[in-house]
């Protein structure tokens, strides 16, 4: 319980700092900034700071300059990690086809996952979006919560964008230390609910479709990702395979040796009681059928 109010405590002591803190760059509505741009304030203490130039769509700001007016303004608090702080007008165009399209991709990738919400902006102001495009990600798009696509014309022409989305996703843990070549099983794995933020590689969702073993010594704790399991070898070198033979009117089972180790869909050699080698196809642990 103690544990549990001191990282309460943390993520508020945070949520605090990260609000105090001036964002690099503020998407705007106007052609001007306001102070409730920055920060919220009632439309009776709200007021204008700068216009935004007629031939310009943004407006660089001194961290110094604004801090000064956030001061006076009695929003003394705030600090800043950029020199300049950048107010950028929204294009007046509707995304919703590109956010589907993100919705989308990310959906095909994490069978789990629940967005929330996100976040869309092309990285120069537009007017309008062409009439047709088609939307393009980069190949490990999907592993982080954020990142740049585009949109692909008719003419080639490419528009790109910056997205960021607030999502979910359950994906599998190291329950204990993990030894290289040990089955993954519910036993030394656990499924966890986390917010999605960047990945080195695509993580496991769960154990409910394939058979893993370890590539590697996996720490407890640790992420379990597709580069650190390899498919589990259902049959070993020298293990009796079950082997199953179904030629319609004919349904025989028999036993052999296998003379290969082989993963779920593998074809393998083994050898029956009589001496005669023949090429069988893993479907479980220590089975196989004749191709």
């Known amino acids: 319980m103690l544990f549990l109010k001191i990282i309460l405590l943390l993520i508020s002591f945070s949520t605090i700092f990260a609000a105090n803190t001036l964002r690099s760059n503020y998407y705007i509505q106007n052609d001007f900034i306001m102070l409730s741009d920055i920060v919220p304030v009632s439309k009776k203490n709200d007021r204008k700071l700068f216009d935004i130039d007629k ?7 001194q961290k110094k300059e604004l801090l000064k007016i956030l001061h006076k303004s009695g929003f003394d608090n705030f600090t800043s990690k950029h020199s300049y702080i950048q107010f950028t007008k929204k294009s007046p165009i509707n995304t919703t086809y590109i956010k589907n399209s993100i919705k989308k991709h990310y959906k095909e ?14 990285t120069h102001y537009m007017e ?44 599998l843990f190291a329950r204990k230390n993990i030894k290289k070549d040990n089955e993954l099983t519910n036993i030394n794995t656990q499924k966890k609910s986390i917010i999605l933020d960047k990945f080195k590689a695509m993580p496991l969702e769960g154990l409910h479709v394939k058979h893993y073993q370890s590539k590697h010594n996996i720490k407890a704790g640790n ?49 029956k009681r009589n001496g005669k080698k023949i090429r069988v196809v893993i479907t479980g642990k220590n089975k196989a059928e004749v191709q």
């Open 55 to 61: 031939n310009r769509h943004s407006k660089r700001i």
């Open 128 to 171: 309008e979006l062409p009439k047709r495009y088609t939307v393009h990600f980069s190949t490990k798009a999907h592993l982080s919560n954020k990142g740049i696509l585009y949109i692909k014309t008719d003419d080639n022409k490419k528009i790109f964008f910056k997205y960021k989305i607030l999502a979910t996703v359950s994906i």
């Open 109 to 122: 990738k994490y069978k789990n996952i629940k967005i929330s919400t996100i976040t869309l902006f092309p």
């Open 223 to 271: 992420i379990i990702t597709k580069r650190d399991v390899v498919g589990l070898f259902l049959v070993k070198r020298g293990s009796s395979v079950s082997v199953n033979f179904n030629n319609n009117a004919i349904h025989i089972y028999f036993s052999a040796k296998a003379l290969q180790n082989g993963r779920l869909g593998d074809t393998v050699s083994v050898i």
